[in-house]
């Protein structure tokens, strides 16, 4: 295996910790309640759309017609985003300052509203300084889709052997592979660190 000299970046849960619970928790006294909510309502395939583009304010509506007594925390979803954040992962956002001071090559692909991003920018600065960025929502495609990686590749000019991509979600992990990037499965016990000074990364 060649030595990689790219790192790319997820952003979810990756460099930002980002979970809806984060708000919801301030919105429903019971646990259980608010796990229904997720499960029924605000659900992770709904927010996956507006990860692929569609308009915040039509997902809004039609979650309301169908759930007309919830309106006030449906639009919590849409209104409140930024409380989804609950902040970084400080360690992995040092080694991406590491990696930049080291003069790496430094992207990002992520599965993200583009108006979400850019909020998020606004409230963390290293996000606006990756080299190339691409956002799943201005390109209207999702991880683990192949082509958001070839995407990447086409248009910042990279080989994908050259390029370790960094995410939390194993499919999106497989499917770099797939295209022939190298990849670190980044979990909670991870040693980021360790796995990029094994793929040779001044870290």
Known sequence: MSKPSTVVFDIGNVLLRWDPRNLYRTIFDDEAEMEWFLENVCTHDWNVEQDRGRDWDEAVALLVKDHPKHEPHIRAFHDRWSETVSGVFEDHVAL???LREAGVPNYCITNFSGPKF?????RFPFLAGFDGVIVSGDERLLKPDPAIYRLLLDRYGLVAGNCVFIDDSKPNVEAARDVGMQAIHCVEDTDLAGELR????PV
Request: aromatic content about 8%.
């Open 198 to 201: 094994r793929h040779g990364f």
């Open 96 to 98: 991406l300052l590491r």
């Open 118 to 122: 850019v909020l998020a920018k606004e």
